[in-house]
T-cell receptor, first 111, second 115 residues
């Protein structure tokens, strides 16, 4: 089955700093890849997605590029805000159509 | 407003009691899912259903049961056989699994605590 490995947290940054959260996957074939965000006490929201190699997903200033050669889907943002503080999950969806999640990375942005 | 609702938000139960968590969606989605979230472990799939009156076990189905009698509803029962039920439970849904990209939409979750 698929597996997803995420950079361990917690990650603490100052406002306007550059963010990278690493994500790599192991899968048969070419899974669709996702980043979800979870704010405190809430469910998950889809942040961005990519369905094939070299696709770039982007939303709210966040970006991630599907890299087949390195089996990676790293999340980046050029300038984080306090409101970006949340837990971020990388996920892969393979041929069985089930989502496999990484363990999540807690991000805290300080003013 | 289309979406997924879960109730209650917080639930307490005594050891040895069964408890049922509600999940309702008005998105007209065929597929529904239950996940369990524990600190530092991400989400693990408990059960999923692709269509009414059909469901399959996920990775950690032991001690749980589900039913899918209506398209919009997918209740999860945490039985007394579940040895460590305290967790955050998330319900999700997606449009038909037959091809295409099917984003999963999540409910707000239910936090279950066993006393």
């Amino acid at each position: 089955g698929n597996s997803v490995t995420q950079m361990e947290g917690p990650v603490t940054l100052s406002e306007e700093a550059f963010l990278t959260i690493n994500c790599t996957y192991t899968a048969t074939g070419y899974p669709s890849l996702f980043w979800y965000v979870q704010y405190p006490g809430e469910g998950l929201q889809l942040l961005l997605k990519a369905t094939k190699a070299d696709d770039k997903g982007s939303n709210k200033g966040f970006e991630a590029t599907y890299r087949k050669e390195t089996t990676s889907f790293h999340l980046e943002k050029g300038s984080v805000q306090v409101s970006d503080s949340a837990v971020y999950f990388c996920a892969a969806r393979g041929s069985a159509r089930q989502l496999t999640f990484g363990s999540g990375t807690q991000l805290t942005v300080l003013p | 407003d289309g979406g997924i609702t879960q109730s209650p938000k917080y639930l307490f139960r005594k050891e040895g009691q069964n408890v049922t968590l509600s999940c309702e969606q008005n998105l007209n989605h065929d597929a529904m899912y239950w996940y369990r979230q524990d600190p530092g472990q991400g989400l693990r799939l408990i059960y999923y259903s692709q269509i009414v009156n059909d469901f399959q076990k996920g990775d950690i189905a032991e001690g749980y049961s589900v039913s899918r009698e209506k398209k919009e509803s997918f209740p999860l029962t945490v039985t007394s056989a579940q040895k460590n039920p305290t967790a955050f439970y998330l319900c999700a849904s997606s449009s038909g699994l037959a091809g295409g990209f099917n984003e999963q939409f999540f409910g707000p979750g239910t936090r279950l605590t066993v006393l």
